[in-house]
């Protein structure tokens, strides 16, 4: 995937964001500051250890110094940022037993969203599911695996049952998850069996098709341990 094309896919960070009909929502500058380093920090532009100096990102972003603060509260709170007080904060440096508090919160927000998408969700909204399955599902099968891409497929058919769920916080947080969880398995994950992913989402497929929520809610709990295991045995 382009760079341009992870920007455009990243989620939004902000809590109270939704497609829903209603008042419209105020979005601060401390969002798109929240939004633009969280997009250079999944593409690459920021890497592990670099600085993100106060002084230096007001100047580049044309903001105050009090919205970049707030906005590396917010990147703090999604774990992607290293906050030191009375220093420089830095881009988070992605170990193990990071990825495995990351993942195991990604895990239970997946597994509500997984189980109220299911419950939720109308025929034509499960014919879009497999849809969007079969599509990762022939990724897997072919020759050349790209680990980023095929993660990221994996988390937009999740993501797409929490927006599914017809919970607004659910499907917000639960998006505002995924830069954390796609850095660390980019930086951190080895190569895994395409054959048994491709397994994974016949599986999850068939649950859905179902309506299985159990089912389903058991695949995505043996998912993660598999992507957890795949960090942490190395």
């Known amino acids: 995937m382009t760079d341009a094309a992870q920007v455009e896919s990243l989620k939004s960070t902000r809590l109270l964001r939704s497609t829903e009909t209603g008042a419209p929502i105020v979005i601060s500058r401390a969002d798109d500051v929240v939004d633009t380093l969280a997009s250079a920090i999944e593409s690459g532009e920021l890497s592990p250890g670099d600085?993100?100096?106060?002084?230096?990102?007001?100047?580049?972003?044309?903001?105050?110094?009090?919205?970049?603060?707030?906005?590396?509260g917010v990147l703090d709170g999604m774990h992607l940022i290293e906050h030191r007080m009375n220093r420089t904060s830095v881009v988070i440096t992605p170990t193990p037993a990071w990825f495995v508090a990351v993942a195991s919160e990604c895990a239970g927000l997946s597994v509500s969203a997984v189980d109220l998408g299911i419950a939720n969700a109308t025929d034509e909204q499960v014919a879009e599911f497999v849809t969007r399955a079969d599509a990762v599902r022939?990724?897997?099968?072919?020759?050349?695996?790209?680990?980023?891409?095929g993660a990221e497929g994996f988390w937009d058919l999740i993501d797409l049952l929490a927006v599914f769920s017809r919970n607004q916080y659910l499907s917000a947080l639960h998006a505002s998850k995924r830069t954390a969880l796609v850095?660390?398995?980019?930086?951190?994950?080895?190569?895994?069996?395409?054959?048994?992913?491709?397994?994974?989402i016949d599986a999850l497929v068939l649950a859905v098709r179902s309506r299985d929520r159990l089912e389903a809610t058991d695949i995505i709990r043996d998912l993660y341990t598999f992507v957890i295991d795949g960090i942490t045995e190395r």
């Open 51 to 72: 600085p993100l100096s106060v002084s230096t990102l007001t100047q580049r972003l044309n903001v105050s110094a009090a919205t970049v603060r707030g906005a590396l």
């Open 138 to 149: 022939a990724f897997w099968e072919t020759d050349e695996h790209d680990q980023i891409v």
């Open 183 to 200: 850095f660390g398995i980019h930086t951190l994950s080895k190569p895994r069996n395409p054959t048994m992913l491709v397994s994974v």
